[in-house]
């Protein structure tokens, strides 16, 4: 397969979204999780992923009649200048928000578990700081390097999760529908904002190679993190038992506490380095998104020169909240309860367009033509 | 103009050296003073702790061929403190390092303090605490554990770090202590259905001490002579909701931990009756637990019904009565003495946590968790009220592997 210049193809795609959402689970994700729905929670990602797939699926069947175009083009195609613009705005300030929260989780885990002493500021400004500079060098870097480490990542994630299993009791899984069966699709349905990343994946499509390569991708990539996310928090259930309630970050706690025999205790720095690289690599894409966006909505061309100062935006708003505490319990709550229902809303409006505007005939007509 | 690039691209490169070093958490192990245990005390002042730190000195054997320090292997240093993570500080007016709990090996409770209700909130700051690892050990000393550390003078084993990974190790491995991790326990705590078993320890020996069976004593109870460290561990100390209740010996403490799965023993010997002699001989014999055990429980109805069959590999080594093991029927009659022997042995050790301690010190809840579909049943049920009540069958399935190496007799003279 020859390579096109300037794009990725399917596997360096799949990196990147497996990076970007599979990560959730070394974050607080289970946690929060698990407090709604106890220890039935894994079972929340795989129903939430076949709640998914519908939005999912109708918003990739609407951009395959533009392809070649990106998520913001066909929506202000579709809705008009003036109301296209607003959703694009909206979805570009729930991103930016989503952005600022994430990248300040993942630096309060970063200074509670391994910098104790360093400012939260440095911390953060370096993340920033590479991130933006592997942001500014395009999304076919940003796609080799996520292929190369993907290998690493998920290798050392099981290896993880097989040493946690040493202390583990699969008992904990039990009583098994946990709150109980109803409640459990209630909390699906909630947390729909789990798998948000992929219609951002959509604004990317330009620059797969193929648009089959995209479909094949997303489905393969759903699949996939469901199952890990799912089998992520089983992990943690039998490991922690109730007291997972309690740990903010269950990963960080976990490789803490497991050793490989009694010769090798001590071992997180092991996974601490791989985890580290696929948090940059997931900022970097998400602020290579982010300036995409950016540049769409105000029709910049050169967006990738917009990337440093929108990190430095992103650091001012991260660095508001005082505590993480503000973060994981107040401001992260809405922010998930926002972004679920905007992309179901966005895509099933934006397919009801397409069908209303007869898209759907003249595409048909074009291909018989 | 390639020139320039690559000075500059060089000089990048110094400038990120410099982020290796870790920014503000730049660390020298010169510098540090490793805390390896903990001791914890009820202080005399209301509402302090006693706290004593046993520092290991990482110079002391730590070089090969036995490099030249004539410095002790380690340091004790005892205070009142509000808690135990600002004492780090008060130590440094005593401890010229900056100290680190990152090495936690043991935290050694007195007996006293542990039945405090004080207790469980000053212990509750270790999960706030970013040092100390959760795969530290709880231990329970029958003294103050001011005393228990200065006491404990090990003549093989000097540098602490490696005396107690390698006590607590063999200890759990001969099921005479539980696995008491830090881990566990707060695990325990949090699920509240269970009660938790710490590690027994004392270094004072008891005055006139019995002497009993193999595995019949707690720490401080075995009458050890000769040349040697008086630091014991047997036997467990049982806490209810994070305060001890009670004690349990090391025999009893073995059966608990053949009973729990989620302990890691190994091979175990024991002693146990002799069917075929009538002057109360005793065989030993080899217990392995390779497989987990089967718990099958019936939780409708008044009195809950719970039947655990514990699978046992035995090995007997001695042979006191001199039987021909070679003759099936005595196999059969040791078989069954061995399956009684520890059926009675179990079943009075749970009537004594259902009546005595009100609650089952291991883990048992887990099993009956997969007979409710949700949470609120389970609740419902409460199984600590439920468990006192229950009526409990305990099965031993005894697989005998060897009878040892002599099947004859020794010939007796002028028979």
Known sequence: MKQQPGKIGIREYLSIAILMVGSKVTEDTPTALFQKAQNAAWMIPIITAAFTFIPLFLLIKTMSLYQNKNLFSVIQKLLGKYLGFFVCLLIFIINVFSISFDSRTYTTIIRTFYFNRTPIVIIYAILMGVCAYGAKKGIQHIGSVAYLIIYYAVLLLYLAFVLCTQDSSIQSLFPIWGPGKLELLKQSSLNLSLFSEFFLFALIIPSIASYKDFRKGTWIALVYISIQLSVGIIIFICLFDASLKGIGYPFHTAIRFISIGTFFPNIEILFFVIWLMAALIRFTAFLYINALMFGQLFKIKNFEFLIPALATIYLLIGSIPESPYDLSLQLKPILRSVIGPTFLVVSITLWLVALLKGEFKHEKKRGSM | ?415
């Open chain 2, 1 to 415: 103009m390639k020139k320039k690039e690559a000075v500059c691209r060089l000089l990048l490169f110094f400038v990120i050296v410099c982020l290796l070093t870790g920014c503000w958490d730049r660390q020298e192990i010169e510098d540090k003073a490793y805390v390896i245990g903990l001791g914890l005390d009820r202080s005399k002042d209301e509402g302090k702790i006693k706290v004593t730190m046993l520092l290991a000195n990482p110079e002391v054997g730590s070089m090969q061929g036995g490099g030249g320090s004539t410095e002790k292997p380690r340091e004790i240093v005892s205070f009142d403190a509000n808690d135990f993570i600002a004492a780090k500080a008060t130590g440094n007016s005593v401890i010229s390092r900056d100290i680190s709990y990152e090495l936690l090996k043991i935290i050694v409770v007195s007996e006293e303090y542990a039945k405090d209700k004080e207790f469980i909130r000053k212990f509750y700051d270790i999960l706030k605490d970013k040092d100390i690892r959760l795969d530290c050990h709880l231990a329970i000393s029958k003294e103050k554990a001011s005393e228990y550390f200065i006491n404990n003078q090990p003549k093989m084993e000097t540098r602490p770090h490696k005396y107690f990974q390698f006590m607590i190790n063999h200890g759990i491995e001969n099921g005479f202590i539980p696995d008491s991790t830090l881990f566990r326990f707060f695990k325990t705590l949090e699920r509240g259905t269970d009660f938790f078993l710490a590690m027994y320890t004392t270094a004072a020996m008891e005055k006139n001490p019995q002497i009993k069976s193999e595995d019949e004593y707690m720490a401080g109870q075995l009458d050890a002579t000769g040349e040697l460290d008086a630091t014991q561990f047997i036997g467990s100390a049982v806490f209810r909701n994070g305060m001890m209740i009670d004690k349990l010996t090391g025999q009893e403490t073995r059966n608990i931990n053949i009973l729990d799965d989620s302990t890691n023993i190994h091979d175990i010997l024991v002693d146990i009756p002799d069917p075929f002699s009538d002057d109360q001989l005793q065989f030993a014999a080899r217990v392995m637990k390779t497989e987990s055990n089967k718990v099958e429980m019936d939780l409708k109805g008044q009195r809950p019904k719970i039947f655990i069959t514990i699978p046992l590999k035995i090995e007997i080594i001695s042979n006191p009565s001199m039987v021909n093991y070679t003759e099936k029927k005595n196999q059969q009659i040791v078989k069954k003495q061995i399956a009684a022997h520890i059926k009675t042995l179990n079943e009075k050790l749970l009537k004594k946590t259902q009546t005595k301690f009100k609650g089952v010190p291991y883990p048992l809840s887990m099993y009956a968790r997969k007979y409710f579909g949700t949470i609120q049943e389970y609740k419902k049920f409460n199984w600590g009220k439920s468990y006192q009540k229950a009526d409990i069958h305990v099965k031993v399935d005894v697989e005998i592997v060897d009878y040892g190496k002599r099947i004859k007799k020794p010939r007796t003279v002028g028979a």
